[in-house]
């Protein structure tokens, strides 16, 4: 077992509380609670609290008023109420739903996942819970959804026979260059998941000494950065490799239009969702490629 001095451990909070704020940057409150959640799941060892705190947790990334872990029960096939929460929550813990009644009966005997808007109006709705706990059930107060575990390996593999074949993306030689360690470390993590290659850098000088020796296809700048800035790293890159893909990742205001005038093939703007980064990156190797 290895023993940690007082020095690394603040270290690795520091480095943990900077990659938490750099999740935030994905502009997504409800990605920011999720991550949250995870702290807090792995700061105890006791399993109640844990549920109870994903728990709550799910109430406040669903916006909903109350909710509950259900467990099933394999030798009666009944649906526990394990860890209720909301207004109600102590008149309904332990509760049993019969096999097959209402719609989380229904979901978990027939493994099948459902999205109803107003479950109320729903003739598998089980009004019994209302009635016992006296909390009236309302459309767009909550979010309903249930997780059956574990999961055989056979059934696993042939739902992955049905999947729908991914997309490919060519793979890329990437320069990430960003004062703000953090940010850099975020985009590398979104890109290499993706297959890509990803150097980076916290500062121009570095990058640009980096980029005349490598080979690289792509490289994405910040704009402000102390010593050289994203300008001139993009001036100097394009001399270097007149072809190479450039995007900006920014919080200043820089219109599309205006980044393209100065050779920006791409602009990603803080804060950035994943999705919206792997976008354009896909979309500027694609038109060079084109």
């Known amino acids: 077992m ?28 409800k990605l920011g609670a999720t991550v949250e959640e995870c702290l807090i799941i792995n700061s105890t060892l006791n399993i109640a609290e844990v549920l109870e705190s994903i728990m709550r947790y799910a109430n406040r990334v669903t916006n909903s008023v109350a909710s509950t872990l259900m467990l099933l029960d394999e030798e009666t096939g009944e649906l526990v109420f394990s860890v209720p929460t909301g207004p109600k929550s102590d008149k309904l813990t332990d509760f049993r739903l019969p096999p097959g ?107 640009i000494e980096a980029f005349k020796k490598g080979s690289y296809e792509i490289l994405i700048t910040d704009l402000g950065m102390p010593g050289v800035s994203g300008w001139e790293v993009i001036n100097t890159a394009r001399q270097i490799k007149p072809g190479v893909v450039i995007g900006i990742i920014t919080g200043w205001d820089v219109s599309e239009e205006e980044a393209k005038q100065k050779g920006v093939d791409f602009l990603i703007k803080k804060p950035f969702r994943a999705d919206y980064v792997l976008q354009v990156v896909t979309n500027a190797v694609e038109s060079k490629a084109g």
């Open 101 to 207: 009644e209402g719609i989380t009966g229904w979901v978990a005997e027939n493994g099948q996942h459902l999205l109803i808007p107003d479950v109320k109006k729903d003739k598998r709705f089980y009004g019994q819970t209302d009635e016992m706990s006296g909390f009236e059930t309302k459309p767009g107060e909550g979010t309903m959804f249930t997780i059956v575990l574990p999961k055989g390996k056979e059934e696993i593999d042939k739902e992955d026979e049905k999947l729908d074949p991914v997309v490919e993306i060519r793979e890329s030689n990437i320069m990430i260059i960003d004062d703000e360690p953090e940010i850099g470390v975020l985009l590398s993590e979104i890109l290499s998941n993706q297959g890509h290659q990803t150097c980076v850098f916290d500062n121009g000088i570095g990058g």
């Open 2 to 29: 290895g023993v940690a001095t007082k020095d690394q451990l603040e270290q690795a909070i520091e480095k943990q509380d900077k990659m938490i704020e750099a999740y935030k940057l994905l502009n997504s409150e």
